[in-house]
């Protein structure tokens, strides 16, 4: 006995073993068509993702262009400071030259008396 759509049904046992089979096939028809489907729209999200990745590698060139092009162009502030900066090393440099001129004169003075000294010592 079976109960169907709310009626009982007296079903021979061969009758059973047939809708068994029905629904095992059944079964394993919609099995495929879920696979199917689900492949499907693991394409779609995979063409999205990709193309959503594309455009942000483009738009992050374009923001990359465009920072290189910024980082040349300097406001009048920036150019002071940056005038600032040049002059400020360039003195540095200067004094830098001067000391060193200047240590390397005393070292031919301190030379010139050691010698000097060293004839006077002699004679």
């Known amino acids: 006995m079976c109960c169907i759509f709310g009626r009982q049904v007296f079903l021979k046992y061969f009758h059973v073993e047939q809708l068994n089979i029905a629904v095992s096939e059944f079964a394993r028809r919609v099995a495929a068509c879920q696979k199917y489907v689900r492949g ?21 060139r ?16 920036q150019q002071k400071y940056k005038d600032e900066d040049v002059k400020r090393h360039e003195d540095q440099l200067r004094r830098a030259e001067e000391e060193k001129r200047k240590a390397d004169e005393n070292r031919k003075l301190e ?13």
Request: hydrophobic share 30%; with cysteine.
């Open 62 to 77: 374009q923001l990359n262009d465009i920072a290189s092009q910024l980082a040349h162009c300097l406001t009048p502030e």
């Open 111 to 123: 030379e010139k008396k050691a010698k000097h000294e060293q004839k006077e010592n002699k004679v």
């Open 40 to 60: 499907f729209t693991a394409r779609l999200r995979y063409a999205t993702m990709k193309r959503t990745a594309r455009k942000c590698e483009e738009d992050m």
